[in-house]
C-alpha cells in the first residue's frame, strides 16, 4: 500500500472553503470521520489524508514534512515568513485584506510612537518601518478590535472581510497592508520524492481553482 499523501488544513474558514475545492476533484472525507473529533480524517481516497491543525501550524508541519501539502493564508504564511517549502498554487478562497484600522474619526497622530494591536507581529513591524514610522507593536491572540476602544492601542493590524467587525465597533480601516488568499504549500521533499501524486492533486486543483 503506498504511504497517504497528508495534507494539512485548518479548522473554521480554511476547511469551510477548501473541502468543496477538493469534493471537486473526488476527494472527501469518510462521513464517520467529518462528524468526529478525529484530527486524522481518512478520505474516499486510500492515498489522501486531511490533518486538521491550527493555521498558524500549517506551514511548521509542511516544513518539517509532517504534513505533505497544506493549506493556509497569505497572512500566516508572510507571518512565518522563509521560504521553506513550495507555494505553488493560490487557491483564490477565503479571500480578505490585512488592514490598519483605528477608532472613526479619530486617526491618532503618526510623530509619536503609535502602539498596534495585532497578531501579525512581524507583517506589522515591517509595514511600519517601511512607512519611516517605529512602531510599538503589541501581541494579541484575538479579538483586536477591542484594543483601540480600551486604550491599548492606537491602531490594529487585523483581517477584514465584510468590514461588519470593525463597523459594530466604531473602527474604520485607514490603510491597506496586503490583500489575503489561501494558498496550496508542499513539502520540498515531498514534491521530490511523491512527485507524482503531488503533481496530479496540484493539477487538478489548478482546474478548479476560482471556477464559481
Ligand atoms: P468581517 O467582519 O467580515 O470584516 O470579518 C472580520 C473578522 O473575521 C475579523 O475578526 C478577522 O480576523 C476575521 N477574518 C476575516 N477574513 C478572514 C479570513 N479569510 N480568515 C480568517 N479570519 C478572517
Given at each position: 500500500m503506498i504511504l497517504p499523501l497528508r495534507i494539512a488544513l485548518s479548522k473554521g474558514r480554511i476547511l469551510d472553503d477548501t473541502l468543496p475545492l477538493f469534493a471537486k476533484i473526488g476527494i472527501a472525507p469518510t462521513e464517520e470521520d467529518q462528524r468526529s473529533?478525529?484530527?486524522i480524517l481518512n478520505t474516499n481516497r486510500e492515498d489522501v489524508q486531511f490533518i486538521i491543525i491550527r493555521a498558524t501550524d500549517v506551514p511548521t508541519y509542511v516544513e518539517y514534512g509532517a504534513a505533505d501539502m497544506?493549506?493556509?493564508g497569505k497572512d500566516?504564511?508572510?507571518e512565518y515568513g522563509g521560504s521553506s517549502f513550495y507555494e505553488p498554487l493560490d487557491l483564490q478562497i477565503a479571500k480578505c485584506r490585512m488592514m490598519v484600522a483605528a477608532l472613526k474619526g479619530e486617526q491618532p497622530q503618526t510623530s509619536v510612537r503609535p502602539?498596534?494591536?495585532t497578531k501579525y507581529v512581524n507583517?506589522?513591524?515591517d509595514y511600519f518601518a517601511r512607512l519611516g514610522i517605529q512602531a510599538e507593536v503589541?501581541?494579541?491572540y484575538g479579538s483586536m478590535e477591542l484594543a483601540p476602544l480600551v486604550g491599548l492601542a492606537d491602531y490594529i493590524v487585523d483581517l477584514v472581510e465584510t468590514g461588519n467587525?470593525?463597523?459594530a465597533n466604531g473602527l474604520?480601516?485607514?490603510?491597506l497592508v496586503m490583500e489575503v488568499s489561501s494558498r496550496l504549500i508542499v513539502n520540498k521533499a515531498s514534491m521530490k520524492m511523491r512527485h507524482q501524486q503531488v503533481t496530479e492533486l496540484l493539477s487538478k486543483l489548478r482546474g478548479v481553482v476560482g471556477e464559481e
Open positions: 473529533r478525529k484530527l497544506g493549506v493556509v500566516v504564511l508572510v502602539r498596534v494591536a507583517i506589522t513591524h503589541v501581541k494579541l467587525t470593525l463597523k474604520e480601516a485607514t490603510d
